[in-house]
């Protein structure tokens, strides 16, 4: 392979809302260029792009994947992403992986939902944009409307660098209106006033050149090719072109866009941090320090792990020993390799500004850092949908472990999570098609197949007012017996209570003589024992039945919080009294004076940011309230959109991602905090109960 310098090399993210054809713009770009020989197709699951046995069924892109072509003297890597906000984990990788994103859109169904919310993306990684409006040649094409669409949802910045011959099935070229033919016959929009519109927008990057223009003269070629690299890289301009991934008409003209107006990767201002967490500007420089970042972790059947790398600075070789930021120790690089979608090159070196991949290093992960500095973790999405798992079969238990790892590695907006209070094994994507294909992926790969249900919510036990009672436990069944007489108060203990301040008000306790205090559960302990009616050494027996019962619940089986428990008297034998007497006293002491203070479930209340075009936020907010919902405020999230903030009781949103894509027809996208627990109202709190006690009943 021909060994690039840095400004020759342009690492382009195609991104976009599924359909809009990025696949098969990379699968026409490879035969174009002649790195394939035959034609590949999505539809008849030969692309080249979509490997993945997945992808071939579904027809539509998961995993993002890299590939690279030459062209006009300059290498073009290029990586396809997921179109779907359902694997957007993927998508988000890339763009950071990349310097020039090509956010594609399909000329007939518009400005889509993962359109705005790639277009967000790439400005927040401060990528330089070009948008594509592909299927020019599709049904319904009104270019025009378009166009306005794009400059309203977008900004003016983005202009027309060619306009199409024709629409529909009458598209038949793309005239460049910077460099105008004699004929522009048949072209949708004026090219004249487009040029002129075109130059106003370049020019604005040079105060010199603009006042020139001003005064009548006009910018040079070289002067025009120059600040428009210079405005895109500024984001004052975003060219728009035109062309049909499946007619290739338009395609040589895009390529020559991304290699004349593609950003190399010298023109990104980046910044790492060094090992004191000061930050650096990094040079994108092959004899420079090493920085380089995983933006991509696969798991390949044949090579096993694969770790895609993008090399900022300096340079990565084989059998180099470097330090990672995910390990103490540093790790050997064997072997490297240029990707070809899932085809791998072996490369002895890959310098700065390259995308490269190396197999089967364990302590590489999605985000690891190579060499001295730090990147910047990539902003990945929390999943919010979350479903139980088990395997079908019983015996897959240890090969589900493994079979998740994997995916835990491979997608970072898939988390897998056993909750210690509700014993499931809660799976949680972006959504049901997200969780889906991981099931299929499983049970393809990994031979594991699940059984899945809605996972329980994992509510809490807490009290309402103060109690105080006993309870003795005493066994006589031959041998030895059982003795211990347990009293106890019990306080409630709101979060946040400083629980040293609390256990030394004399006044409330004035036999105090120690305390102790779980913040896990902020559960406080007071030993007020006087006289030893209850030796010392039974305490933590006690304590430990106060734990055991506050783990399994009282009245619905949830964990307890948010409790002071004062041990104030008692009674023990001398024969007969032991730890397991007083652990079991202690723990029925609990039950019975925590049903005497009016105990209550609390639930989780999460904060939600709701992001809705304007026609819907009154649908949305017309929703809230029968979710309990209380709407905190609302703000311009740009493009038409509106972003509602409310407090929600999680059990109210658990299928919400199904209810807000029914009402903004997908447009809608939400995120999910934790806040804290309230407690549950009268009547939802007996339906809790109710379903616990049905529960246990069946079990």
Same mark, same amino acid.
């Given at each position: 392979?021909?060994k690039?310098n840095?400004?020759?090399?342009?690492?382009?993210?195609l991104?976009g809302?599924?359909?809009?054809?990025k696949?098969?713009?990379?699968? +026409?770009?490879?035969n174009?260029t002649g790195?394939v020989?035959?034609l590949?197709?999505v539809?008849d699951?030969?692309?080249?792009c979509?490997?993945?046995?997945e992808?071939?069924?579904?027809?539509?892109?998961?995993?993002s994947?890299?590939?690279?072509?030459?062209?006009?003297?300059?290498?073009?890597n290029?990586?396809d992403?997921p179109?779907?906000?359902?694997?957007i984990?993927?998508?988000?990788?890339?763009?950071w992986?990349?310097d020039t994103? +090509?956010?594609?859109?399909?000329?007939?169904?518009?400005?889509?939902v993962?359109t705005?919310?790639?277009f967000?993306?790439?400005?927040?990684?401060?990528l330089?944009?070009?948008?594509v409006?592909?299927k020019i040649?599709s049904?319904?094409?009104d270019?025009?409307?378009?166009l306005k669409?794009?400059q309203?949802?977008?900004?003016?910045?983005?202009?027309?660098?060619?306009i199409?011959?024709?629409?529909?099935?009458?598209?038949?070229?793309?005239i460049?209106?910077?460099n105008?033919?004699?004929?522009?016959?048949g072209?949708?929009?004026d090219?004249?006033k487009l040029?002129?519109?075109?130059?106003e927008?370049?020019v604005?990057a040079?105060?010199?050149?603009?006042e020139k223009?001003?005064?009548?003269?006009q910018p040079?070629?070289?002067?025009?090719?120059?600040?428009?690299?210079?405005?895109?890289?500024?984001?004052?301009l975003?060219?728009?072109v035109c062309v049909?991934?499946?007619?290739r008409?338009?395609?040589?003209?895009?390529?020559?866009?991304?290699?004349?107006c593609?950003?190399?990767?010298? /023109?990104i201002a980046?910044?790492?941090r060094?090992q004191?967490?000061?930050?650096i500007?990094?040079k994108?420089d092959?004899?420079?320090?090493?920085?380089?970042?995983?933006?991509k972790?696969?798991?390949?059947?044949f090579?096993?792990?694969?770790?895609f790398?993008?090399?900022?600075?300096?340079?990565?070789?084989?059998?180099?020993?470097?330090?990672?930021?995910t390990?103490?120790?540093g790790?050997?690089i064997?072997q490297?390799f240029?990707?070809?979608?899932?085809?791998?090159?072996?490369?002895?070196?890959?310098? +700065?500004g390259?995308?490269?991949?190396?197999a089967?290093l364990?302590e590489l992960a999605t985000g690891?850092?190579?060499? !001295?500095f730090?990147?910047?973790d990539?902003?990945?999405?929390?999943p919010m949908?979350?479903?139980?798992a088990?395997?079908?079969?019983r015996?897959?238990?240890?090969?589900?472990?493994?079979?998740?790892?994997?995916?835990?590695q491979?997608?970072?907006?898939?988390?897998?999570q056993?909750?210690?209070?509700?014993?499931? /094994?809660v799976?949680?994507?972006?959504?049901?098609?997200?969780?889906?294909?991981?099931?299929?992926?499983?049970?393809r790969?990994?031979?594991?197949?699940?059984?899945?249900?809605?996972?329980?919510?994992?509510?809490?036990?807490?009290?309402?007012?103060?109690a105080?009672g006993m309870?003795?436990?005493k066994?006589?069944?031959?041998?030895?017996?059982?003795?211990?007489?347990v009293h106890i108060r019990?306080?409630?203990?709101?979060?946040?209570? !400083?629980p040293a301040e609390f256990?030394?008000?004399?006044?409330?306790?004035?036999?105090?003589?120690?305390?102790?205090?779980d913040a896990a559960?902020n559960?406080?302990w007071?030993?007020?024992?006087?006289?030893?009616?209850?030796?010392?050494?039974?305490?933590?027996?006690?304590?430990?039945?106060?734990?055991?019962?506050?783990?399994?619940g009282?009245?619905a089986?949830?964990?307890?919080q948010?409790?002071?428990v004062? /041990?104030?008297?008692?009674?023990?034998?001398?024969v007969?009294?032991?730890?397991?007497?007083?652990?079991?006293a202690?723990?029925?002491?609990f039950?019975?004076?925590?049903?005497?203070?009016k105990?209550?479930?609390?639930?989780?209340i999460?904060?939600m940011?709701?992001?809705?075009?304007?026609?819907?936020v009154?649908?949305?907010?017309?929703?809230?309230p029968?979710?309990r919902?209380?709407?905190?405020?609302?703000?311009?999230?740009?493009?038409g959109?509106q972003?509602i903030?409310?407090?929600?009781?999680l059990?109210?949103?658990?299928?919400?991602n199904?209810?807000?894509?029914?009402?903004?027809?997908?447009q809608?996208?939400?995120g999910?905090?934790f806040?804290?627990?309230?407690?549950?109202?009268g009547?939802?709190?007996?339906?809790?109960?109710?379903s616990a006690?049905?529960?246990?009943?069946?079990e």
């Amino acid at each position: 392979m021909t060994k690039y310098n840095v400004s020759d090399i342009r690492n382009i993210v195609l991104c976009g809302h599924g359909g809009s054809g990025k696949t098969t713009l990379l699968d +026409a770009i490879l035969n174009e260029t002649g790195m394939v020989k035959k034609l590949a197709s999505v539809d008849d699951g030969t692309s080249i792009c979509d490997f993945d046995e997945e992808e071939k069924f579904h027809k539509y892109t998961i995993e993002s994947s890299v590939i690279h072509v030459e062209h006009n003297g300059k290498l073009l890597n290029m990586i396809d992403t997921p179109g779907y906000p359902d694997f957007i984990g993927q998508t988000i990788g890339a763009i950071w992986g990349a310097d020039t994103a +090509a956010i594609v859109i399909n000329a007939s169904a518009g400005i889509e939902v993962n359109t705005r919310r790639v277009f967000a993306e790439t400005k927040k990684a401060n990528l330089g944009r070009i948008i594509v409006i592909n299927k020019i040649d599709s049904e319904n094409v009104d270019f025009k409307k378009l166009l306005k669409l794009i400059q309203d949802v977008f900004g003016n910045e983005c202009v027309p660098l060619n306009i199409p011959i024709g629409q529909g099935h009458d598209f038949k070229g793309v005239i460049n209106v910077l460099n105008l033919p004699d004929n522009t016959e048949g072209a949708i929009e004026d090219p004249k006033k487009l040029r002129e519109s075109l130059i106003e927008t370049i020019v604005t990057a040079d105060e010199s050149v603009m006042e020139k223009y001003l005064e009548g003269n006009q910018p040079s070629e070289e002067e025009i090719a120059a600040l428009m690299k210079k405005s895109i890289l500024e984001g004052t301009l975003v060219p728009i072109v035109c062309v049909s991934g499946k007619t290739r008409t338009g395609l040589k003209e895009l390529l020559d866009l991304f290699s004349t107006c593609g950003l190399s990767p010298d /023109l990104i201002a980046r910044q790492a941090r060094n090992q004191d967490g000061d930050k650096i500007e990094i040079k994108s420089d092959p004899s420079a320090p090493l920085i380089a970042q995983v933006f991509k972790t696969r798991i390949d059947p044949f090579v096993q792990k694969l770790n895609f790398i993008r090399i900022y600075s300096g340079s990565l070789k084989n059998g180099q020993t470097i330090p990672i930021s995910t390990g103490r120790r540093g790790v050997k690089i064997a072997q490297l390799f240029l990707m070809q979608a899932n085809e791998t090159k072996p490369i002895e070196e890959a310098s +700065a500004g390259m995308i490269a991949a190396v197999a089967k290093l364990e302590e590489l992960a999605t985000g690891t850092s190579l060499g !001295d500095f730090i990147m910047d973790d990539f902003p990945f999405p929390t999943p919010m949908v979350g479903l139980a798992a088990a395997p079908k079969s019983r015996g897959d238990e240890a090969k589900l472990s493994g079979a998740l790892a994997k995916i835990t590695q491979e997608d970072q907006t898939f988390v897998c999570q056993r909750n210690e209070q509700t014993k499931q /094994l809660v799976i949680t994507g972006m959504s049901e098609l997200h969780l889906q294909v991981i099931r299929e992926r499983l049970k393809r790969r990994d031979k594991v197949e699940l059984d899945t249900k809605e996972p329980k919510i994992a509510y809490r036990e807490t009290i309402q007012t103060n109690a105080d009672g006993m309870y003795r436990h005493k066994k006589q069944s031959g041998g030895a017996g059982q003795f211990g007489e347990v009293h106890i108060r019990m306080y409630p203990f709101p979060k946040g209570t !400083d629980p040293a301040e609390f256990a030394s008000n004399k006044s409330q306790f004035p036999s105090m003589k120690d305390f102790h205090y779980d913040a896990a559960t902020n559960f406080l302990w007071i030993d007020s024992i006087v006289g030893g009616v209850i030796p010392s050494n039974f305490f933590p027996a006690i304590e430990k039945g106060f734990k055991e019962r506050m783990s399994k619940g009282v009245i619905a089986g949830y964990q307890v919080q948010d409790v002071c428990v004062e /041990l104030y008297h008692g009674k023990y034998h001398d024969v007969d009294s032991n730890e397991h007497a007083f652990k079991t006293a202690g723990s029925m002491a609990f039950k019975v004076v925590f049903q005497k203070a009016k105990p209550s479930i609390l639930e989780p209340i999460v904060k939600m940011e709701i992001t809705v075009p304007m026609s819907n936020v009154g649908d949305v907010n017309s929703d809230l309230p029968n979710r309990r919902g209380r709407p905190l405020g609302m703000e311009d999230a740009g493009g038409g959109m509106q972003t509602i903030t409310a407090e929600v009781p999680l059990s109210e949103v658990m299928t919400y991602n199904r209810t807000l894509a029914s009402m903004t027809g997908g447009q809608g996208s939400y995120g999910i905090e934790f806040l804290r627990y309230d407690v549950v109202p009268g009547n939802i709190q007996q339906q809790i109960i109710a379903s616990a006690e049905l529960a246990e009943e069946e079990e």
